[in-house]
């Protein structure tokens, strides 16, 4: 018996389709009163690309997705405790922060950003996976 809730569950084949993988993963994870969410880039939950080259309009997308995953949780973008921005490229980091930030405004998370190689597909920019809590009724 699992100890956790899984939200959106999928299988690496669908999402990677050009790769030979076969992984069973979820978009978000509910563990006691705290929500994990997956790294979410400028695709949505269809599976479309949005804002090819655009680091500000696939912020956007992922954040979308963010809020979407903790409102299915139960949780919702206040309560976000942590985040972690994965960007390509040093200059993209203006155009995501603000574009996140936009989003967190008065919630004040721990960040950490960083600068990498590259993510899971070439055409992505930047990803952003976050923890939350689940507010207790009372509050």
């Known amino acids: 018996m699992p100890t956790h ?14 790769q030979s993988l076969d992984n069973d993963l979820c978009q978000a994870v509910v563990a006691g009163n705290t929500v994990y969410v997956r790294g ?10 949005v804002g090819l080259g655009d680091p500000r309009a696939q912020t956007e997308q992922a ?28 200059r993209f980091r203006e155009a995501v922060y603000l574009e996140a930030g936009r989003w967190l405004k008065g919630v004040f998370p721990i960040s950490t950003g ?26």
């Open 63 to 90: 954040m979308k997705n963010i809020k979407q995953l903790l409102e299915e949780a139960g949780s919702d973008m206040s309560h976000i405790v942590k985040t972690t921005t994965y960007i390509t490229d040093p």
């Open 40 to 49: 979410q880039i400028g695709t949505n939950f269809d599976g479309e690309l």
């Open 114 to 139: 960083l600068v990498v190689s590259g993510l899971a597909q070439p055409e992505w920019l930047v990803e952003i996976d976050v923890i939350a809590v689940i507010p207790d009724e009372k509050d």
């Open 5 to 18: 809730t899984r939200i959106r569950m999928f299988n690496t084949k669908e999402t990677y389709p050009n």
